[in-house]
């Protein structure tokens, strides 16, 4: 690893980095960026796949994720590559750009892409040529799933179901990997990490990606990919499926058909960049997925998530600020302009103080969309014994809830107000939701979940707060005291 890296890295996510309404102000008020980055991608999504991405995402009341994961997958996968190119050329007309790419997953498309590798019209082709392959080839019925451990203990999982194509697809964290394979293996996973005391999130993925199963599309892919043109890299992009940079002579359409079917290693690659220096990190793309994980990981790191708010030009400047920063990267002139993002196996993850403070005070993200992709899960709720005792006082029940996630999530407690919206503002995703969720169920004696209820239903701390009043009175808030 070369230590003379300049210290700013920016990620490019996957699938998970749809936000409606993301870059919607710029686009109606005729941004020239915004606007020329989609209609490229439109022209080329609606000569390859016969539909675009724009009349989709910018219209009035924009989808979910988990809306077009239904209806329109292939939609939602173009929307998250339009949306990161357009964030890396709007740095770029700032002056700012990262000193090394890495992407997640298909991000890595996006990274290339943005390091030069691949003109914005071949890059989105290349998408449009893996979307219609997967659509024709993979027949598995395959999913994926998130689960909250580590790389060791999700390992032990598979192997204790034994099942050949069920396997390790990411290794995100420490807390995060997930894992892909059919959907009857992948089920089995989900019940045994309930027995084992290990959250299981099902992911919005159309396809088991980082899998074996998905042989025959990576082989019809490299071969559709191979005629487009590629260039030399303008800027490192290291590899978190590789496990090393990217270098002249790579053969990129193997390379980047290989990442269907091979691990992705974005926690290691994290720690490898960040022993080589690396100490700034920008989310190219919406949300806050790729930098909650780096801020849980390496809590001393500058994240910055440009478009996690409201506001987009806020944000924008905040990023471009970092970049240009004392620690930040490369002058803007060896920034390439274009870029492109796109799919698979992105797990949400909560974000590190650093983040949540800034996304706290930046905005409050309105988008619902935001939140829709959170898989239904389990949660402790109210027992009818518990719902007949006295009603509580609220304000101290909020106080003792707002110092258990302010512990758990290393925020200010102030950041925990009743209308805060817990992922899109903190960055407080369904998994760690459901951990927290459960154990506001053993400190208050909250009873037994039903069926089918969605952690998504608490999306704000008021409504967390007014799910536990529900559940307890008096007596036992006050026998609760003992466990603060």
């Known amino acids: 690893?070369?230590?003379?890296?300049?210290?700013?890295?920016?990620?490019?996510?996957?699938?998970?980095?749809?936000?409606?309404?993301?870059?919607?102000?710029?686009?109606?008020?005729?941004?020239?960026?915004?606007?020329?980055?989609?209609?490229?991608?439109?022209?080329?999504?609606?000569?390859?796949?016969?539909?675009?991405?724009?009349?989709?995402?910018?219209?009035?009341?924009?989808?979910?994720?988990?809306?077009?994961?239904?209806?329109?997958?292939?939609?939602?996968?173009?929307?998250?590559?339009?949306?990161?190119?357009?964030?890396?050329?709007?740095?770029?007309?700032?002056?700012?750009?990262?000193?090394?790419?890495?992407g997640h997953s298909l991000g890595e498309l996006a990274a290339l892409t943005c390091a030069g590798a691949y003109d914005l019209a071949d890059a989105a082709a290349v998408l449009c040529e893996r979307i219609s392959v997967l659509r024709e080839y993979d027949r598995?019925?395959?999913?994926?799933?998130?689960?909250?451990?580590?790389?060791?203990?999700?390992?032990?999982?598979?192997?204790?179901?034994g099942h050949p194509d069920l396997v390790l697809a990411v290794d995100n964290s420490a807390t995060q990997a997930v894992v892909s394979g059919p959907a009857d293996a992948v089920g089995t996973a989900a019940a045994i990490a309930a027995q084992l005391g290990i959250s299981a999130t099902p992911l919005n993925s159309p396809h088991p990606f980082h899998n074996p199963l998905l042989a025959e599309a990576r082989r019809q892919l490299a071969v559709r990919i191979a005629p487009f043109l590629c260039r030399a890299l303008a800027v490192p992009v290291y590899s978190p499926i590789l496990g090393r940079f990217y270098r002249d002579g790579d053969n990129l359409a193997e390379l980047l058909a290989l990442h269907l079917v091979t691990p992705v290693e974005f926690g290691p690659s994290i720690r490898a960049l960040h022993a080589a220096g690396a100490r700034v990190f920008v989310e190219n793309g919406a949300g806050r997925v790729l930098t909650g994980l780096v801020a849980e990981a390496r809590p001393g790191v500058h994240v910055v998530a440009p478009l996690a708010g409201r506001d987009d030009e806020a944000g924008l400047a905040s990023a471009a600020d970092a970049l240009r920063g004392p620690l930040g990267g490369a002058p803007a002139a060896a920034v390439v302009a274009p870029a492109g993002a796109v799919v698979a196996g992105v797990v949400a993850a909560p974000a590190g103080a650093a983040g949540a403070r800034a996304g706290a005070a930046g905005a409050r993200a309105g988008a619902a969309g935001a939140r829709a992709g959170a898989a239904a899960a389990a949660v402790p709720v109210p027992s009818a014994s518990a719902s007949a005792s006295a009603p509580v006082d609220r304000e101290e029940l909020a106080g003792r809830v707002r110092a258990l996630y302010a512990e758990a999530m290393e925020y200010p407690e102030e950041v925990f107000t009743d209308d805060v919206l817990l992922e899109a503002d903190l960055g407080v995703d369904s998994v760690k939701q459901t951990e927290l969720l459960s154990r506001l169920g053993d400190r208050f004696g909250l009873g037994v979940p039903p069926a089918g209820l969605r952690v998504a239903d608490y999306d704000t701390f008021g409504k967390v707060v007014d799910f536990v009043a529900a559940g307890v009175g008096d007596g036992a808030l006050a026998g609760s005291a003992a466990t603060q």
């Open 140 to 161: 598995s019925g395959g999913s994926m799933l998130a689960l909250g451990c580590g790389r060791e203990r999700a390992e032990r999982v598979v192997g204790l179901i």
């Open 1 to 102: 690893m070369n230590r003379e890296l300049d210290m700013s890295v920016a990620l490019f996510p996957g699938q998970g980095a749809y936000r409606p309404g993301t870059l919607a102000g710029l686009w109606e008020r005729g941004d020239d960026t915004v606007r020329g980055t989609f209609e490229e991608v439109d022209a080329i999504a609606k000569e390859k796949l016969g539909r675009e991405v724009s009349s989709t995402v910018f219209r009035p009341s924009p989808p979910s994720p988990a809306s077009l994961l239904a209806t329109a997958p292939d939609t939602l996968q173009l929307a998250v590559f339009a949306t990161s190119v357009a964030t890396h050329r709007l740095l770029a007309e700032r002056g700012a750009g990262a000193s090394v790419h890495l």
